[in-house]
């Protein structure tokens, strides 16, 4: 009913630059059908959704965007030698404030 | 007054084995004198720190040990060539179960 609708497939975040996905973020948060977004990191790339969700929230959107819920978690991938091996995730909350 | 002391000083993550850094969370969730401890790490460690409460969480304390709170933020420190660099922060809650 809202009008405002909820996105939240969220932004992965990987080998590009890290402006690369600030912009992603704050163009999502500024958009008008959307209110909130959903950073995603796993291995490796969790320092840089961190880095993603502070850089957006301090620089960009400060007073404009507050952080959500922080998740983190395990999840599974095959490597390249066939085996199964654990991996950290994190997900990251950016709500845009009223 | 509680015979359980909290202790919150937290275990900063850095260059050493994953499994020290584990061993160390283990020894204080499992001590008689904590029901908690807090798993701190900042720019690249904040990946390592996440693996850190996962393999406790979910190989050494599985029922025993759960996610409390989780806090990002962003800290400063002065580089190699004398700049303020900005650095993001995690720090990672976990709870000794009852």
Known sequence: MA???????????GD?????YVTAVVMQLTSQNSDRTTIKGR?????KAVDVAEVVRERFLKDKASLGEIR????EFTNR????VRVST????LVRKA
Chains 1, 2 share one sequence.
């Open 3 to 13: 009008e405002t609708t909820t996105d939240r497939r969220g932004i992965y975040i």
């Open 16 to 20: 590009k630059p890290l402006m690369s």
């Open 43 to 47: 291995g490796k790339f969790i320092s």
């Open 72 to 75: 983190i978690g395990s999840g």
């Open 81 to 84: 030698e066939g085996r199964q």
């Open 90 to 93: 994190i997900e990251i909350d």
